[in-house]
């Protein structure tokens, strides 16, 4: 899979044409005919791209990808919209927008935009975003609710592993494995590392990040 793009536009006839031709060119796409649910699938989602009509139902696009980058969201955007002239399209660069497509459009072009954005945008600072909680993976720099933790290599991969497969039961072994690199140490310590990280994410235990399953592991929901 080339990446996870998600396109947001009132007209079903262009979500099912967008839709059709990226899956076809090896992407995983989802589309939405408003932006209802667009920040909690940001949440949930590690998505790669989003492709954002202007003319949407409840909210103008642009302002709604302002309103994104102002709360941390870093996904790139592709504006596509039937706002042509030049003011329209800076408005859409000002708003955070990394391209800008007028319609109508040519398919093998935007989809060689998509490409090339994707493209360069992995190559840069990979962002994880779960609820509150940002990581910069190369920097390992972490902010829960927009303040900075201190928290060591080993607790920044811990976390970065919950966040990569947030939702989703992690064993004791698992863990072992993917984040020590030795499935054989004493499962004792990761239960010690998720209580001294828990205790630096949430220090008043209100958020209830990483949830424990007795007898089976954790799990980041």
Known sequence: MKGFVVIIDDEEDIVDLLEYNLKRDGFEVLGFLSTSKIKQLLNEESVDLLIVDRNLPGTEGSEFIKKLREKGYNTPVIFLSAKTTKDEQLQGFEAGGDDYITKPFDIDNLIARVNAIIKRTKKEAKIYKFRDIVINKDSAKVKVGGKHIELTKLETDLLLEFIKNKNILLSRDYLLERVWGDENSNPKTVNIAIK???????????????????GEGYILC
């Open 196 to 214: 001294r990280l828990r205790e630096k994410i949430d220090p008043l235990k209100s958020k209830e990040y990483i949830k424990s399953i007795r």
